[in-house]
């Protein structure tokens, strides 16, 4: 098995977990000589998601994605979204009896939920219904396999996550990076509802708090919160330079199902300060001295503040995107052997508890 396709509605020009992962999955997968083509909103006509402009959501027929999926001629489909290109990607590989994965990126009844007036048992069963159709769904931690397969989930598989170690790296100090008092408190995301930023901005914390990243709540926290700095959007080299001149990076949300930017910072050396959380929980190992996690997050700041930089360092080298890549191409493997459950025809209430 050689050919891949992968279907996503999260793609450029959106700068978030799901496409990093994506990206660096696929460049390791050509590594490894695996085929690998993509069906992205970029092959069609796209239009904003309310509340949320910079997600594109696709206008695409069954018939355009099923003409995409037949050129293509895949060996295996992973569906990586519950959005547009996924459901009719899920619905034709049921049509054509092919096997086919998915991945549970973000806490989709969450994320709804905090938009839209719409009941989460509603969309707890629809997730339920999209991903148990398939023969494999992929997760990035224990923690969340756990809580999943409570709603109901099965056929559960492990996808873990890489850094790229040579753009995230330890740097000289500047004695005030951003022109601001040391301590530097830094967090790394998207300005929006689900990220939990009041969390990290109300607190009373010595020296300097900085916020990395663009998003529908950019104005409004900005008003809040002027004492802040908010820099925007940064990538690549610059990016990288923002980790490295932190001294505590602080991870305020609870509904992320990973948290590819704490690997960021730990691979830059900079200790991590989070809620005991899935992902935060599954990245900061207990006695790893990498970081602090508690319900407090203040005092997990302050905690952090005393962990040694080279302890964050140490413990991202155990992440890489080779292994997290070959990780994906056996659960692909894998879920090519299993029959994948019987999706019910009636809608969700089958599936409501």
Same mark, same amino acid.
């Given at each position: 098995?050689?050919?891949?396709?992968?279907?996503?509605?999260?793609?450029?020009?959106?700068? !978030? =977990?799901?496409?990093?992962?994506?990206?660096?999955?696929? @460049? %390791? +997968? #050509? *590594?490894? $000589?695996?085929?690998?083509?993509?069906?992205?909103?970029?092959?069609?006509?796209?239009?904003?998601?309310?509340?949320?402009?910079?997600?594109?959501?696709?206008?695409?027929?069954?018939?355009?994605?099923?003409?995409?999926?037949?050129?293509?001629?895949?060996?295996?489909?992973?569906i990586a979204t519950e959005g547009p290109l996924?459901?009719?990607?899920?619905?034709?590989?049921?049509?054509?009896?092919?096997?086919?994965?998915?991945?549970?990126?973000?806490?989709?009844?969450?994320?709804?939920?905090?938009?839209?007036?719409?009941?989460?048992?509603w969309l707890r069963a629809f997730v339920r219904?999209?991903?148990?159709?398939? !023969? =494999?769904?992929?997760?990035?931690?224990?923690?969340?396999? @756990? %809580? +999943? #397969? *409570?709603? $109901?989930?099965?056929n559960l598989l492990r996808w873990s996550r890489?850094?790229?170690?040579?753009?995230?790296?330890?740097?000289?100090?500047?004695?005030?990076?951003?022109?601001?008092?040391?301590?530097?408190?830094?967090?790394?995301?998207?300005?929006?509802?689900?990220?939990?930023?009041?969390?990290?901005?109300?607190?009373?914390?010595?020296?300097?708090?900085?916020?990395?990243?663009?998003?529908?709540?950019?104005?409004?926290?900005?008003?809040?919160?002027?004492?802040?700095?908010?820099?925007?959007?940064?990538?690549?080299?610059?990016?990288?330079?923002?980790?490295?001149?932190?001294?505590?990076?602080?991870?305020?949300?609870?509904?992320?199902?990973?948290?590819?930017?704490?690997?960021?910072?730990?691979? #830059?050396?900079?200790?991590?300060?989070?809620?005991?959380?899935?992902?935060?929980?599954?990245?900061?190992?207990?006695?790893?001295?990498?970081?602090?996690?508690?319900?407090?997050?203040?005092?997990?700041?302050?905690?952090?503040?005393?962990?040694?930089?080279?302890?964050?360092?140490?413990?991202?080298?155990?992440?890489?995107?080779?292994?997290?890549?070959?990780?994906?191409?056996?659960?692909?493997?894998?879920?090519?052997?299993?029959?994948?459950?019987?999706?019910?025809?009636?809608?969700?209430?089958?599936?409501?508890?």
């Amino acid at each position: 098995m050689t050919k891949i396709t992968i279907v996503t509605d999260a793609w450029y020009p959106q700068v !978030n =977990g799901v496409v990093r992962s994506i990206e660096n999955t696929n @460049r %390791e +997968l #050509s *590594r490894m $000589g695996i085929e690998v083509s993509m069906i992205t909103p970029q092959d069609f006509l796209n239009v904003p998601c309310p509340t949320y402009p910079e997600i594109r959501l696709s206008i695409a027929s069954y018939a355009s994605v099923a003409r995409m999926l037949e050129k293509i001629g895949p060996a295996s489909v992973h569906i990586a979204t519950e959005g547009p290109l996924g459901l009719i990607a899920r619905r034709w590989c049921l049509k054509q009896g092919l096997a086919f994965t998915t991945s549970y990126h973000t806490r989709f009844p969450e994320y709804v939920a905090a938009r839209f007036p719409v009941p989460i048992r509603w969309l707890r069963a629809f997730v339920r219904w999209f991903h148990n159709a398939g !023969n =494999g769904c992929m997760v990035a931690t224990a923690s969340l396999e @756990r %809580e +999943l #397969s *409570r709603l $109901g989930l099965k056929n559960l598989l492990r996808w873990s996550r890489g850094i790229d170690q040579s753009q995230f790296r330890p740097m000289p100090p500047e004695q005030t990076p951003f022109g601001l008092q040391r301590p530097i408190f830094l967090t790394v995301g998207r300005v929006a509802i689900e990220k939990n930023l009041p969390a990290f901005l109300d607190l009373d914390l010595p020296g300097s708090k900085v916020v990395v990243g663009d998003g529908p709540l950019r104005a409004e926290l900005e008003r809040r919160y002027p004492d802040v700095l908010f820099t925007g959007m940064k990538t690549g080299e610059e990016l990288a330079r923002a980790y490295a001149q932190a001294d505590v990076f602080v991870f305020p949300s609870k509904t992320d199902t990973f948290g590819n930017t704490i690997l960021e910072a730990l691979a #830059s050396g900079v200790p991590v300060a989070a809620y005991p959380v899935t992902g935060p929980v599954d990245i900061i190992e207990a006695g790893s001295g990498a970081g602090a996690l508690n319900d407090d997050l203040r005092q997990a700041c302050l905690d952090a503040l005393a962990c040694p930089r080279e302890n964050a360092r140490r413990l991202a080298r155990g992440f890489t995107w080779e292994a997290a890549s070959r990780q994906f191409l056996n659960n692909v493997q894998t879920a090519q052997g299993r029959k994948s459950l019987p999706a019910p025809r009636t809608g969700f209430r089958a599936l409501t508890p």
